[in-house]
């Protein structure tokens, strides 16, 4: 497969890609592709997005801030967006980012900010987030992006998470009540939810094990940063993934 620029195209409002169809890119696109890639008309890019798949298409004019594209032939169909929901408490910008960076090439299908007793901050650009999980998504080559949920405090996560679905979560420290596990096979949909910094309050963590979808698990002996303990554990239910994929096909 060619190697060439992945922009995603986003599907709201417009219709289906088909071959030979011209497409407006972004303004941002169109910067990047004229002034950072130096690209002229003629070169190829590639479009992606959950519903259409990925699409080969070439330049057919580009300008400082407005880029068209024809549309040549499909190179990847649609297929199906699975992996774990992440429940993170929300970090300093920076941390915040990178959790939505790895998270998105870790398979991440959405990122729901929770906010506890302890979380540094309750500040979160929804739009910034969405941007960097979209950047992630070109990257890596997914065909999906995840979505980002408005921020919301931990009883309102739990009050809503689907009974079906386990919810694991990464203990720092076990308690004697906690039951601390590993993780081991999990399904598609299922969740993992990463404290703050400080961990969860004594209180929180009697609200986590009173839910009868929560598996508390733990991912070392060391304490790892919220980050850290975000990738450290994704890195775990993608095992388990594909663990439970090899045993489907057997």
């Known amino acids: ?9 986003d599907p709201a409002g417009r219709p289906p890609m088909e071959a030979d169809a011209v497409r407006d ?8 592709l004229g002034t950072v890639m ?9 479009l992606f997005n959950a519903r259409d798949g990925e699409w080969l298409a070439s330049l057919v004019a580009v300008r400082r801030d407005r880029a068209q594209v ?8 649609p297929e199906p967006a699975c992996g774990p929901v992440l429940l993170f408490a929300p970090l300093k910008r920076d941390a915040t980012d990178m ?3 790895m998270g998105t090439e870790l398979g991440v299908t959405r990122f729901l900010p929770v906010l506890t007793e302890r979380t540094n901050t309750h500040r979160v650009n929804v739009a910034r987030l969405e941007a960097i ?5 070109e990257q890596c080559e ?3 992006v995840p979505a980002i949920g408005e921020p919301a405090r931990l009883p309102e996560h739990l009050a809503v998470w689907p009974a079906a679905r386990t919810l694991f979560v990464a203990a720092e420290r076990s308690g004697p009540d906690d039951g601390v596990g590993e993780i081991d096979i999990v399904a598609d949909g299922d969740g993992l939810l ?6 969860f309050s004594d209180a929180e963590r009697r609200m986590l094990r009173a839910r009868p979808f929560i598996r508390m698990i733990t991912l070392g002996k060391l304490i790892l940063r919220a980050d850290t303990a975000a990738a450290c554990g994704l890195s775990l239910m993608g095992a388990g993934f594909r663990r439970a994929s090899g045993a489907d096909s057997r």
């Open 1 to 9: 497969m060619k190697d060439c620029p992945r922009l995603f195209a």
């Open 25 to 32: 890119l972004e303004p941002g696109q169109a910067h990047y």
């Open 38 to 46: 130096r690209m002229a008309p003629g070169a190829e890019v590639a």
């Open 70 to 77: 024809r549309l040549l032939h499909r190179r990847r169909a």
């Open 99 to 101: 959790v939505v960076r």
């Open 133 to 137: 999980a979209i950047e992630a998504a």
């Open 142 to 144: 997914r065909l999906d």
């Open 194 to 199: 990463v404290g703050p910094e400080g961990g």
